[in-house]
């Protein structure tokens, strides 16, 4: 089992940052990798980024990938999501999710299977 909990977000201008944090506890954070997904209203879920369990590989949704760093501290069991030059659009609740199975980074968020409640971004305009 694996309990994740994000915290960080909240609302922010446009051009502005966030670091979003999600805390892992149960299962040992060093074996499994984490992503991290967002969710606007009336819109389905969306894949944002994703890490490997030591933190060596990572990969991004293209159209984040020049705003958005995705990290992890195995020693604080928590995973990190910076985000930078925040736009309207980034609006959404923003979710992490542990794969336990390591699977491919570019898995679907059916590939995962540990959830946190989310957290909302809000950027105004």
């Known amino acids: 089992q694996v309990q994740l909990v994000e915290s960080g977000g909240g609302l922010v201008q446009a051009g502005g940052s966030l670091r979003l944090s999600c805390a892992a506890s149960?299962?040992?954070?060093?074996?499994?990798?984490m992503g991290w997904f967002r969710q606007a209203p009336g819109k389905e879920r969306e894949f944002v980024a994703a890490i490997n369990w030591s933190g060596g590989r990572t990969y991004y949704a293209d159209s984040l990938k020049d705003r958005f760093t995705i990290s992890r501290d195995n020693a604080k069991n928590t995973a990190y999501l910076q985000m930078n030059s925040l736009k309207p659009e980034d609006t959404a609740v923003y979710y992490c999710?542990?794969?336990?199975?390591?699977?491919?980074?570019?898995?679907?968020?059916?590939?995962?299977?540990?959830w946190g409640q989310g957290t909302q971004v809000t950027v105004s305009s």
């Open positions: 999710a542990a794969d336990i199975h390591n699977s491919r980074l570019d898995v679907p968020a059916s590939g995962y299977e540990y």
């Open positions: 149960g299962r040992t954070f060093s074996t499994y990798g």
